[in-house]
């Protein structure tokens, strides 16, 4: 059987809603992330952090759910933390997505059966809500923090261009414009609605 993970990335956040202090909306942002990886069915969940932030994920941490102290919040050092822990195919998620479906991360690591690695852009905007591929992660593969990642900065350093596939993208809260995107119906984000009073 398959030994998969998904790790939310403790990712910087620069921007906060009106009213709502910086430390507290992250922190709801990166413990709603949490929360969802922690109900996926098919992977194992972890939390990604430089030691900087060492306490904002013992707080969102579920009992028991793998810590990776990392020194930079880039993807390399995850994927290498992750196949040391004996896993086969990790993916690493923006920990700034509170409201992503879990089909989305489903989609992001269904490819690895015969793609090296997929990426799932953080439309409409740059960056990637994630990075997922089999371990250990191929030698070829760049490192790159989600913000500044793409499919095709991806692509430059693989073998081929179809050694790296895009799957549906979704946005993160990175500004006021994403936070118009949320939508109410969706279940999850508690924390976050929480502190946008809905």
Do not use: C
Not at 20 to 44: F, I, N, P, T
Request: proline content about 10%; charged content about 20%; overall charge negative.
């Amino acid at each position: 059987m398959t030994r998969r993970v998904v790790v939310a990335m403790l990712v910087p956040v620069s921007w906060s809603p009106p009213g709502v202090e910086l430390a507290a909306w992250r922190a709801a942002l990166a413990e709603d992330v949490v929360d969802l990886l922690a109900r996926l069915a098919q992977a194992e969940a972890a939390i990604a952090t430089t030691p900087a932030d060492r306490s904002l994920a013992e707080e969102v941490a579920w009992p028991g759910m793998r810590i990776y102290e990392v020194p930079r919040v880039t993807v390399l050092p995850v994927l290498a933390a992750a196949a040391a822990d004996g896993f086969d195919q990790a993916a690493v998620i923006a920990g700034d997505a509170p409201d992503v479906p879990g089909m989305i991360l489903g989609k992001l690591l269904r490819p690895l059966e015969s793609k090296a690695v997929a990426v799932a852009p953080a439309g409409p905007g740059t960056g990637v809500l994630g990075v997922a591929t089999s371990l250990p992660a191929p030698g070829w593969l760049a490192d790159h923090d989600l913000d500044e990642a793409t499919a095709q900065r991806l692509r430059r350093t693989a073998p081929a261009p179809g050694d790296v596939t895009s799957t549906p993208p979704w946005r993160r809260l990175r500004g006021p414009a994403d936070l118009a995107t949320l939508d109410v119906a969706l279940e999850g984000w508690d924390n976050t609605r929480a502190l946008l009073g809905g």
